[in-house]
């Protein structure tokens, strides 16, 4: 019985390792749309995840703010640790444990979505673009830079601190419609998708030309049934996989 508890415990600990990193991004950007979710949406209109494609590049921007007051790009970083770096630096130094870890400066990074945007908007010349990069709070951000580089719990005051107005209502819908229109996310998700059902069936056809069951990994056997021959698994009854051959 305490052997089987530890077996459960074993595994839960090595699907976590497993999971963490994505459950964590995935948790960053949503803790960030959630916190966007406040701003007052007649003059702040939020779009999360968006897929910008300049040639052959594809830029992937976490989260963008049309607001009367500009655009606002916003790149979220799910790191822990110390960071350190500088406005033009190419690289920024994440210290954790006494461990250095290299990231590519996020304000260049961030440039490069502003860019892409700045072309997908070309017919707009008088944005004003606000690059905002954002850290969890738990983060020890050590950096000197032009550009806002802030904690999560920052995220709204530093929004609210520009107060010019530079955009008209008509500027920011069509501005709206012309992001979703080029946002190749849902594209991409939907492409991803395809990918991964086209590969398990692949899998599962190779499987069975090898013959072991796709679905228990045992030996296929050739049996006789009533409608003819067909392909069964020898684990039945405990697995039900057939095929007709
Ligand atoms: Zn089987």
């Known amino acids: 019985m305490n052997l089987v508890i530890l077996i459960i415990f074993i595994t839960s600990i090595l699907i976590w390792r497993l999971l963490r990193p994505k459950i964590k991004g995935v948790i960053g950007e949503k803790t960030i749309s959630a916190i966007l979710y406040f701003l007052d949406g007649s003059k702040y209109k939020v ?79 008088n944005i004003e673009y606000k690059s905002i990069i954002v850290f969890p709070s738990k983060t020890e951000i050590k950096v000197n830079t032009i550009t806002d580089v802030i904690y999560s719990h920052q995220l709204l005051e530093t929004i609210r601190k520009h107060s010019a107005v530079n955009l008209t209502e008509t500027d920011k819908e069509n501005i709206l419609q012309k992001i979703n229109a080029s946002n190749l996310a849902k594209v991409y998700d939907r492409r991803q998708h395809i990918k991964s059902i086209k590969q398990s069936i692949r899998k599962r056809e190779h499987s069975i030309d090898e013959n072991k069951c796709p679905q228990c990994g045992g030996d296929l056997i050739k049996r006789n049934g009533k409608f003819g021959k067909f392909l069964g698994c020898s684990s039945y009854p405990r697995c039900k996989f057939s095929r007709n051959v």
Do not use: M
């Open 47 to 125: 779009i999360n995840n968006i897929v910008l494609k300049v040639g052959t590049k594809t830029s992937q921007i976490d989260h963008i703010v049309v607001s009367d007051f500009g655009i606002f790009v916003i790149e979220t970083k799910n790191y822990k640790g110390w960071i350190v770096g500088a406005e033009n630096s190419e690289y920024w130094t994440q210290v954790i444990f006494k461990r250095k870890e290299r990231l590519y400066n996020p304000i260049r990074q961030n440039l490069g979505h502003i860019k892409a945007l700045k072309n997908c908007l070309r017919e707009y010349p």
